[in-house]
């Protein structure tokens, strides 16, 4: 009998270890006791045994509860790791775009047969979040030294392209209505114009900008002001540079809106310097030694009017222009005017967009280095039709259209050219 009882209870010793074993994470639970308070009261097992199982039971939970918290605090530290790495992530914001384009022109008066390109244009950016207050970015893009193209033509024997820096700017946001820029940066957000008769859209100012953004019952009022570095000597300590101040209002009200801004350029030490000739298009008036004749000290005026949901029922239609003045020339005097029509941007499939600008800009208005590249090749001295249409494929995928038909008002110049650009453009 004692031996029947001496199995019975290791036989019930197995099958409790065997099922502690073998089952959950914590080695007792409710359940298990209860079973071996059975196996007790029916006497499988004696009392003497079931008080050395319920202190094993125990002792096993302790062991597992001990593994479980160590378990848990080395996934929670690893959790925690993973989060402060996400945080890190969420600093930092990356954007791009790729464009490939066919480009046809044709040039009449001076004896040029034509050209037909394969372009593309690659463009990465980053941005990090330093604090609350301050940011930094940099910018890479496909294309050379020339300022006002980040083209890269299909050519030269599969030869490998170029990319350099494109921005490098540090942002510093005081307050919700000031902000402080330096570095290599992005013009649009420190100086506000509607069309690119003045500033080619590649151009990215070197120096430092403020913006001031005001809030009020009719609007957003705002001033711009900027010193930039438009070159540096070895040489010579006289390096040349200009400052601008703008101040400007935008509003809405209803489907109606408004922007407007009046403009003060002032370029230091440019008239009898010579010829900032590197990414000069050959507009600007020289003497016989090669200095500029005239300083470019200017103003302008820019606008945009429109309204939205009134054409096709949920399209916009906005009219805008830009003018500058020069007083120290002759030849002084340069506007741009347009209109567009359709959605406001093309970011999803079936938006679309059309833009018409009229641009006339004489010989000495504006510095012949900085105006848009696709308008005659960035010259001053000229006139020009531009018809642009846009069409979304798909988000952030569209079609562009973009044909230009100008003509060169130099004294004794007959120079037309036309130019036509087939845009595919993706974002990201």
Not at 20 to 49: F, H, P, Q, W, Y
Not at 230 to 243: G, R, V
Not at 320 to 326: A, Q
Not at 384 to 393: D, M, Q, R, S
């Amino acid at each position: 009998m004692y031996i029947q009882k001496f199995r019975s209870a290791v036989t019930a010793a197995i099958l409790v270890s065997g099922v502690m074993l073998s089952g959950s994470a914590i080695a007792a639970n409710d359940a298990m006791m209860e079973l071996l308070k059975v196996l007790r009261d029916n006497g499988t097992i004696s009392e003497e045994a079931y008080s050395v199982l319920k202190n094993s039971a125990h002792a096993d939970e302790e062991r597992t509860n001990d593994k479980i918290n160590k378990v848990s605090e080395e996934k929670i530290a690893s959790v925690k790791k993973t989060t402060d790495k996400l945080k890190w992530a969420e600093k930092i914001k990356l954007k791009g775009d790729l464009r490939l384009r066919h480009q046809t022109e044709q040039d009449k008066g001076d004896g040029d047969p034509g050209r037909t390109r394969w372009r593309y244009r690659y463009r990465l950016g980053v941005e990090g979040q330093v604090n609350d207050s301050l940011k930094v970015g940099a910018g890479i893009a496909s294309g050379g030294d020339d300022p006002r193209s980040t083209n890269e033509t299909l050519d030269d024997q599969f030869e490998t392209k170029d990319a350099r820096l494109d921005y490098a700017f540090a942002e510093w946001k005081a307050t919700d209505w000031l902000k402080v820029v330096g570095g290599k940066f992005k013009r649009k957000a420190y100086l506000w114009n509607t069309t690119d008769l003045l500033w080619d859209g590649d151009i990215r100012p070197e120096g430092a900008s403020v913006n001031l953004a005001f809030k009020n019952s009719l609007g957003n009022s705002y001033v711009n002001a900027g010193y930039w570095v438009l070159d540096e000597f070895s040489s010579n300590p006289s390096d040349p540079y200009m400052f601008y101040g703008q101040a400007g209002h935008k509003w809405k009200s209803g489907d109606f809106f408004g922007n407007a801004a009046v403009t003060i350029y002032q370029f230091e030490r440019l008239e009898g310097n010579a010829i900032l000739a590197e990414h000069s298009s050959g507009g600007n008036t020289a003497d016989t030694s090669g200095n500029y004749m005239f300083d470019y000290d200017s103003y302008g005026l820019s606008g945009e009017f429109g309204m939205n949901n009134v054409f096709l029922g949920d399209k916009m239609v906005a009219v805008f222009g830009d003018y500058i003045h020069n007083s120290d020339s002759d030849e002084d005097t340069g506007f741009a005017v347009g209109f567009k029509f359709g959605d406001k941007k093309v970011k999803t499939l079936h938006d679309w967009q059309f833009k018409y600008i009229y641009a006339d800009l004489e010989e000495d208005a504006w510095l012949d280095f900085l105006p848009d590249s696709d308008r005659f090749g960035g010259a001053t001295g000229i006139s020009a039709h531009e018809f642009a249409f846009k069409y979304g494929l798909g988000k952030n995928v569209y079609l562009g259209l973009d044909y230009y038909d100008s003509e060169s008002e130099l004294p004794g110049s007959d120079d037309t050219q036309s130019l036509l650009q087939t845009d595919l453009v993706f974002k990201f």
